[in-house]
T-cell receptor, first 110, second 118 residues
Framework: DAKTTQPPSMDCAEGRAANLPCNHS???????VYWYRQIHSQGPQYIIH???NNETNEMASLIITEDRKSSTLILPHATLRDTAVYYC???????????FGTGTSLTVIP | EAQVTQNPRYLITVTGKKLTVTCSQN?????MSWYRQDPGLGLRQIYY???????DKGDVPEGYKVSRKEKRNFPLILESPSPNQTSLYFC?????????????????FGEGSRLTVL
């Protein structure tokens, strides 16, 4: 079952911030928001995850709304190498279910 | 270097000819799983394993077998491949969470195996 809704595609100018939205209106209290990306047909790569607080690491920032029904992944200074499909996943921190969906195809434009 | 290694990376075969795609990880992860990726359908889980000799079906297990005799290896077996198994396959592993909370959500993926069944 799809728990998240993402736009199918987005463009971003190189050097600008890329803001990728994700709606997860049915998220439950014990579910985290995870983000992965897949460059071309390589294996998906973990980016970041969070529960309710905003999170930042060396790759990206994750902003989760106060009601937790949506979130935004921010790539602060997009480069051409950030062109990829980005997947937003809602799941318990532990457990076996990973529903990747079809994600957002981000194209960084020179 | 921590990695998940799949072989072969590319394979073209014919209907009914048994094949095995190997997967090996060097991170001592208990959990391993297989996914297939098809256009418009995203990644779908085939089988997963939570430890040696423990395997379970994912969302699309039909036509596949797996085994987990060693912690580091999780081969995917297609006993009688058919054209609808033409796909891009990914193996993944993940660690057990410190603190005893179970497996974390950080999956480590291999580079993929592109299989074509004629």
């Amino acid at each position: 079952d799809a728990k998240t809704t993402q736009p199918p595609s987005m463009d971003c100018a190189e050097g600008r911030a890329a803001n990728l939205p994700c709606n997860h209106s049915t998220i439950s209290g014990n579910e985290y928001v995870y983000w992965y990306r897949q460059i071309h047909s390589q294996g998906p790569q973990y980016i970041i995850h969070g529960l309710k607080n905003n999170e930042t690491n060396e790759m990206a920032s994750l902003i989760i709304t106060e009601d937790r029904k949506s979130s935004t992944l921010i790539l602060p200074h997009a480069t051409l190498r950030d062109t990829a499909v980005y997947y937003c996943i809602v799941r318990p921190h532990t457990g076996n279910q990973f529903y990747f969906g079809t994600g957002t195809s981000l194209t960084v434009i020179p | 270097e921590a990695q998940v290694t799949q072989n072969p990376r590319y394979l073209i075969t014919v209907t009914g000819k048994k094949l095995t795609v190997t997967c090996s990880q060097n991170m001592n992860h208990e959990y391993m799983s297989w996914y297939r990726q098809d256009p418009g359908l995203g990644l779908r889980q085939i089988y997963y394993s939570m430890n040696v000799e423990v395997t379970d079906k994912g969302d699309v297990p039909e036509g596949y077998k797996v085994s987990r005799k060693e912690k580091r290896n999780f081969p995917l077996i297609l006993e009688s491949p058919s054209p609808n198994q033409t796909s891009l396959y990914f193996c993944a592993s993940r660690p057990y969470s410190t603190g005893g909370l179970g497996f974390t959500g950080e999956l480590f993926f291999g580079e993929g195996s592109r299989l074509t069944v004629l």
